[in-house]
């Protein structure tokens, strides 16, 4: 057990694995999210409809997979405790290798990880100050530590970063800002009946202006109603970034009618400003040698679930060797 404390900002795949080893390790840690539940881009949300018509979407990331053997401890945990299931071996192809979802949504991760951690959501930091420790004010209070690690999309750290007067070195700060995100519109639509995406539920697309279409109900996370994702594609998005949603939800259910089927009962539409990232760090976490902070997430690794664990744990293993 060691007095160190530390402040995760983001509660995301890659913020709850750091905290969870530094945790492990005897560190105080206490992660700070800005949303209103947990997860980040692992996120899931109902739409509901009269009594019994209840949709439950995963709106961000849809399942993932893994390739590299020290995640494999994570999933077979996360199986055991029944937080997520094995989707399908492949969509278009079966290839063999398991795609595993969220039994109740694939936010079933974030918060099976934040049950034994102090976590607070509804919390967004919005200045940092060291001095002899960290201090982090967030909109209505302040929290102290030796150690900071920052995991939002890049741009906002940079952001945070420059509201607080802290500054980088050049090269530092070039590497950062070199990192660019895709912008991703989604749909979430609650259809009158089975949609006819093909077993097992989910189709990526190659061409405009749709990437990707799942139904959840078919994924088995939506017992009770019919719902259905749709993702635009970067393109889409950003040209449309600033339409109405009735615009927006007009063009992408007409792309996707021949798929759907069905009379759309009711939608939503979330615009992700910082989807997937189109250009990467060098590095798995990005350690700052004149203070203690470390930054981490998907951009420092890979565009998916498996890359913001990756760098989640590479920040935390190398804030334990500093101790
Ligand atoms: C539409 C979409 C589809 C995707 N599909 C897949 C897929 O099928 N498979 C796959 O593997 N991956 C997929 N991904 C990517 C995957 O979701 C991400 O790689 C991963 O979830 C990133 O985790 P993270 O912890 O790095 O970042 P995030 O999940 O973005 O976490 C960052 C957190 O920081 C918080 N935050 C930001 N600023 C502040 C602040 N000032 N104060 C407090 N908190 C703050 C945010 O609220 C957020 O919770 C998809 C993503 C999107 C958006």
Redesign the pocket.
């Known amino acids: 057990m060691t007095n160190l404390t530390c402040v995760v ?8 694995i750091t905290a969870t080893v530094l945790q492990r390790a005897g560190i105080k840690v206490t992660v ?4 209103r539940g ?6 899931t949300r109902r739409l509901e409809y009269g009594e019994s018509c209840i949709g439950i979407f995963d ?7 893994i390739k590299q053997p020290q995640l494999q401890v994570w999933v077979d945990d996360w199986l055991q405790q029944g937080v997520i299931k094995e989707w399908c071996r492949g969509f278009d192809e079966v290839d063999g290798k398991p795609r595993y979802c969220g039994v109740n949504g694939i936010r079933s991760i974030a918060k099976y990880l934040a049950q034994n951690l102090n976590v607070h959501t509804n ?4 200045k940092l100050n060291y001095q002899d420790g960290w201090q982090v004010l ?1 909109e209505d209070g302040q929290f102290t530590a030796d150690i900071l690690v920052m ?3 890049v741009p ?2 940079l952001t ?1 970063l420059d509201d607080s007067q802290i500054t980088l070195s050049t090269e530092t700060r070039e590497n950062l800002e070199a990192i660019t995100y895709h912008s ?1 519109i ?1 749909i979430l639509a609650l259809l009158e009946q089975p949609c006819k995406i093909p077993a097992p539920g989910g189709m990526s697309l190659e061409t405009e202006p749709l990437v ?1 279409l799942a139904s959840n109900d078919q994924k088995g996370i939506s017992p009770n109603g019919y719902a259905v994702t749709l ?1 635009a594609t970067p393109n889409f998005s950003k040209t449309y970034w600033s339409k109405g949603d009735e615009e927006i939800a007009q063009m992408l259910l007409d792309s996707a009618a021949k798929w759907l089927d069905s009379p759309v009962i009711k939608y939503q539409v979330h615009r ?1 400003r ?4 189109a250009t990467f760090h060098s590095q798995p976490y990005l350690a700052l040698s004149e203070l203690p902070l470390v930054m ?4 420092f690794v ?7 664990v990756l ?2 744990l590479a920040a935390a293993e190398y804030i334990i060797s500093q101790q």
Not at 38 to 43: D, N, V
Not at 274 to 277: H, I, K
Request: proline letters at 7%.
């Open positions: 900002i983001g509660g995301g795949i890659s913020g709850l700070l999210d800005k949303g947990i997860g980040g881009r692992l996120a709106y961000g990331a849809q399942y993932f997979s919390t967004k930091v919005i967030t995991t939002p999309p906002q750290s945070l991703c989604a990707w993702h992700w910082y989807s997937l990232p981490a997430g998907d951009a890979a565009p998916k679930i498996e890359g913001a760098s989640g």
